[in-house]
């Protein structure tokens, strides 16, 4: 007797002990290919019958919230799953496909395994963010693609400056990714008019001292983000962008100006996750702009990262040299940049 319950926890045990960041459900005419998202790559687990699929398809979608009579629309749902006392939450995510509907889903680890210090290639890099963490207002960002770790970093950094101080903390995310305490977390439900800026506005009168914006996606958000930073509060956020020049890009082709960014930005982190050598795991590699070189940046002076160590290219020459990632990935990663 099939049960789409019992194959639901095989996939998403096998792709936990895999370290899977996620899986995707790929259908195709009488077939579905499932496919791990593994240090980055995209490697096929099995392939099961369509009509497996659709009733496993069935299941998510009812145990996670969403509507299963709904197949022309995408929709997003969340799952708990625990195994060997460790818990994750799972993001899913549906999209009409041919009269199908393929299905992703990020796996999410409640608590790091790892310590911050383990998630940075360098600790100066880190130490370098601890510092702007110290401003009392102003906006802190972090960019790169989706899966880069952008908000397990956010994350991590909040928990690391409350184990030092108590401030009033508030989190606007979609969805809430991680349940952290002495953090009001409010779920963004555009639905239930909960947008990123009635949830700004409704934060600030909660006399925060530290914002988290989940992602700044329009130039709506970003007028928020910006304006809150400069009324006397830290606000973090991430954007996606390939790098921190691109950052400034993408904020000035959302309307912001020269001066509003200069007025507000503390720092920008762009970050790559390396597979390392010696482990089954991935770093973090910073690109980081701070101080004189940021405001160079925004007013559109040539900046060479490089020249100051604070580049992709060089960090990579270093954990290359260090031993720390092979030749084959210093490569694969030049031809991105």
Same mark, same amino acid.
């Given at each position: 007797?099939?049960?789409?319950?019992?194959?639901?926890?095989?996939?998403?045990?096998?792709?936990?002990?895999?370290?899977?960041?996620?899986?995707?459900?790929?259908?195709?005419?009488?077939?579905? +290919?499932?496919?791990?998202?593994?240090?980055?790559?995209?490697?096929?687990?099995?392939?099961?019958?369509?009509?497996?699929?659709?009733?496993?398809?069935?299941?998510?979608?009812?145990?996670?919230?969403?509507?299963?009579?709904?197949?022309?629309?995408?929709?997003?749902?969340?799952?708990?799953?625990?195994?060997?006392?460790?818990?994750?939450?799972?993001?899913?995510?549906?999209?009409?496909?041919?009269?199908?509907?393929?299905?992703?889903?990020?796996?999410?680890?409640?608590?790091?395994?790892?310590?911050?210090?383990?998630?940075?290639?360098?600790?100066?890099?880190?130490?370098?963010?601890?510092?702007?963490?110290?401003?009392?207002?102003?906006?802190?960002?972090?960019?790169?693609?989706?899966?880069?770790?952008?908000?397990?970093?956010?994350?991590?950094?909040?928990?690391?400056?409350?184990?030092?101080?108590?401030?009033?903390?508030?989190?606007?995310?979609?969805?809430?990714?991680?349940?952290?305490?002495?953090?009001?977390?409010?779920?963004?439900?555009?639905?239930?008019?909960?947008?990123?800026?009635?949830?700004?506005?409704?934060?600030?009168?909660?006399?925060?001292?530290?914002?988290?914006?989940?992602?700044?996606? +329009?130039?709506?958000?970003?007028?928020?983000?910006?304006?809150?930073?400069?009324?006397?509060?830290?606000?973090?956020?991430?954007?996606?962008?390939?790098?921190?020049?691109?950052?400034?890009?993408?904020?000035?082709?959302?309307?912001?100006?020269?001066?509003?960014?200069?007025?507000?930005?503390?720092?920008?982190?762009?970050?790559?996750?390396?597979?390392?050598?010696?482990?089954?795991?991935?770093?973090?590699?910073?690109?980081?702009?701070?101080?004189?070189?940021?405001?160079?940046?925004?007013?559109?002076?040539?900046?060479?990262?490089?020249?100051?160590?604070?580049?992709? +290219?060089?960090?990579?020459?270093?954990?290359?040299?260090?031993?720390?990632?092979?030749?084959?990935?210093?490569?694969?990663?030049?031809?991105?940049?």
């Amino acid at each position: 007797m099939f049960s789409a319950e019992m194959l639901s926890e095989k996939i998403i045990t096998s792709a936990i002990k895999e370290q899977a960041t996620d899986i995707h459900f790929y259908p195709i005419n009488t077939t579905t +290919d499932i496919y791990f998202r593994i240090h980055g790559k995209r490697v096929l687990f099995k392939r099961i019958a369509i009509t497996k699929y659709e009733l496993l398809l069935t299941y998510y979608k009812f145990t996670s919230g969403m509507d299963i009579g709904e197949i022309r629309k995408p929709q997003n749902g969340t799952l708990p799953f625990q195994i060997h006392s460790q818990s994750f939450s799972l993001r899913l995510s549906t999209l009409p496909v041919n009269q199908l509907e393929s299905l992703a889903i990020r796996i999410l680890p409640e608590k790091l395994n790892l310590s911050l210090d383990q998630l940075f290639l360098f600790k100066n890099q880190l130490t370098k963010i601890k510092t702007w963490m110290k401003f009392r207002s102003g906006l802190i960002l972090l960019s790169g693609p989706t899966g880069s770790g952008k908000t397990t970093t956010l994350y991590a950094l909040l928990e690391e400056v409350l184990k030092e101080e108590s401030f009033q903390t508030i989190t606007l995310e979609d969805p809430i990714e991680k349940n952290i305490q002495d953090i009001l977390q409010v779920q963004v439900n555009e639905k239930a008019g909960i947008t990123y800026q009635t949830g700004l506005k409704a934060a600030l009168r909660h006399d925060p001292d530290i914002i988290m914006v989940g992602e700044i996606r +329009d130039r709506q958000t970003a007028k928020f983000a910006f304006e809150a930073s400069l009324t006397g509060h830290l606000v973090l956020s991430t954007i996606h962008a390939k790098n921190t020049m691109g950052t400034i890009y993408r904020l000035l082709e959302m309307g912001l100006t020269k001066v509003e960014l200069e007025q507000s930005l503390i720092g920008i982190s762009s970050i790559q996750l390396l597979p390392l050598l010696s482990e089954t795991r991935r770093a973090a590699a910073l690109e980081l702009l701070d101080g004189n070189l940021l405001r160079q940046a925004i007013n559109g002076h040539q900046v060479n990262l490089n020249h100051n160590k604070h580049s992709f +290219d060089y960090i990579r020459k270093k954990a290359l040299r260090y031993g720390f990632i092979s030749k084959a990935t210093y490569e694969r990663y030049q031809t991105k940049d």
